[in-house]
């Protein structure tokens, strides 16, 4: 074959390593954290529902007591909370509803950044990949057409290799970390939900409850931000490979994978940034409005001002009884309504 031709060029094989590697740690995950959450709640339970009842029973007694002035609605308010509460903490078949919510959540946000429900971080991350081994599979089909004197092209050749090589594994590595980060630790998150979750009973610790919701925001966010920055570096990296073209003699074979190397340390240098970002994005959420207790707040103060506008109508129709009856004693036809009458009757009177 003549040195500098290009022989035909076999179909890549579609390489799914990613792709192969969430599926597996997802199943993974899945046992794991199914099992250790009904872990977690076989060893909570008892010491929840005492506790409960404790509190429960200790603020009844202090609402008949006097020592809280807090009306008996408040009571029944939250008695309701802790049994709503209480399901999802302690019954595995609620508590599934809400870690398959959290799940969907992250992917489903993913799908929305990215525009393609079947799109997510690691099929975003096998693209990529895919996209830099159809550069490398150019590099090598042109070294298979040189002889054993072209040994300054042959070096060329491996070269740009090397350096798509490098910048595949600058992009990549960020990206597969983050994207396993923020699966593993929300999965980890779920399967401590009983807990945290059986926290939001008591005032006292429903902060622990917030700190929980926020880190698993963080975790979907990451996600979902890192799933879009890896869509924005496939599109420009697919525009890059449609410039690499080694057979052609006016364009030099460096400088389209110079762009992709420095592309890629670009586009690591924004991935390490996307932990803070979607830290502030969760921070920014107001996740105290999402606490049981807030949510209920206006249930109760319609109960409280019910009560009060009945007492409120009792009290007015009394004082309307009392001004009939003032009315009735005016009109009287006993009394003398002129003051100088009635002085003049009784001069010992005053006004």
Request: aromatic share 10%; proline share 4%; hydrophobic share 50%.
């Amino acid at each position: 074959m003549a040195a500098g031709s290009r022989p035909s060029r076999a179909p890549l094989m579609n390489v799914t390593l990613f792709s192969d590697l969430s599926q597996s740690i997802q199943n993974a995950l899945t046992t794991i954290v199914n099992s250790r959450a009904q872990d977690i709640m076989t060893q909570i339970n008892p010491i929840v529902v005492v506790a409960l009842a404790l509190y429960l029973t200790i603020y009844g007694y202090m609402i008949l007591g006097g020592f809280v002035t807090a009306p008996f609605q408040d009571f029944i308010k939250k008695a309701f909370i802790a049994a709503i509460v209480g399901a999802f903490a302690l019954n595995y078949t609620y508590f599934t509803q809400v870690s398959q919510t959290l799940t969907d959540l992250q992917t489903g946000m993913a799908a929305a950044v990215t525009g393609n429900s079947n799109a997510n971080g690691f099929s975003m991350l096998d693209t990529t990949l895919n996209d830099g081994f159809t550069v490398i599979q150019k590099y090598i089909e042109m070294m298979k057409g040189l002889g054993w004197h072209d040994f300054g092209p042959y070096v060329e050749y491996l070269c740009c290799i090397f350096v798509t090589a490098v910048g595949l594994i600058v992009i990549l590595i960020p990206g597969a970390y983050m994207i396993l980060i923020a699966t593993i630790f929300l999965q980890v998150m779920i399967a401590l939900g009983p807990l945290f979750i059986a926290f939001l009973l008591w005032p006292a610790t429903a902060r622990f409850f917030e700190a929980w919701l926020s880190q698993v925001m963080t975790y979907i966010f990451k996600y979902a931000v890192v799933s879009l920055i890896l869509m924005i570096a496939v599109q420009i990296f697919d525009d890059h490979v449609k410039k690499v073209d080694p057979s052609s003699s006016d364009q030099s074979i460096f400088f389209p994978i110079i762009e992709l190397l420095a592309l890629a340390f670009g586009l690591a240098k924004v991935m390490l940034e996307v932990s803070n970002v979607s830290a502030q994005l969760a921070g920014g959420m107001s996740i105290s409005v999402l606490n049981a207790t807030s949510i209920l707040n206006p249930v109760g103060n319609l109960v409280r001002n019910v009560s009060r506008g009945g007492r409120g109508a009792a009290a007015g129709v009394q004082g309307a009884k009392k001004g009939v009856q003032w009315a009735a004693s005016k009109i009287n036809p006993n009394k003398v309504w002129n003051p100088m009458f009635r002085q003049a009757q009784n001069p010992n009177s005053t006004n």
